[in-house]
Nanobody, 119 residues
Framework: QVQLVESGGGLGQPGGSLRLSCEAS????????MAWYRQAPGKQRELIAS???????NYTDSVKGRFTISRDNAKNTVILQMNSLNPEDTGVYYC?????????????WGQGTQVIVSS
């Protein structure tokens, strides 16, 4: 049984910070690329940040310098630290685990956590 359990969403204020967490179970966590996606109201889901099993991090341009993705393989956890929040950061954030190795492809999604940035 695979589970990705997210926490940390809620109400943030412009210029403030939120910290999202995702704890995975049922997978060999260290083998997977971990990522955060966001679906803003009325928009398509987009990739926000990813973290390879090693140390390669990637960010979409709109969050560079403000968000930081990190992972702790010992805790099977991936974190999204969100600083300098804007109202445009509002949306549902989804944790994602992905694996592609030779002929094997696996991916899993968290349930999503709501983030609202408003004064």
């Amino acid at each position: 049984q695979v589970q990705l359990v997210e926490s940390g969403g809620g109400l943030g204020q412009p210029g403030g910070s939120l910290r999202l967490s995702c704890e995975a179970s049922g997978i060999i966590f260290s083998d997977y690329i971990m990522a955060w996606y966001r679906q803003a109201p009325g928009k398509q889901r987009e990739l926000i940040a990813s973290h390879s099993p090693g140390s390669i991090r990637n960010y979409t341009d709109s969050v560079k310098g403000r968000f930081t993705i990190s992972r702790d393989n010992a805790k099977n956890t991936v974190i999204l630290q969100m600083n300098s929040l804007n109202p445009e950061d509002t949306g549902v954030y989804y944790c994602h685990a992905g694996l592609s190795w030779w002929g094997l492809k696996r991916e899993y999604w968290g349930q999503g956590t709501q983030v609202i940035v408003s004064s």
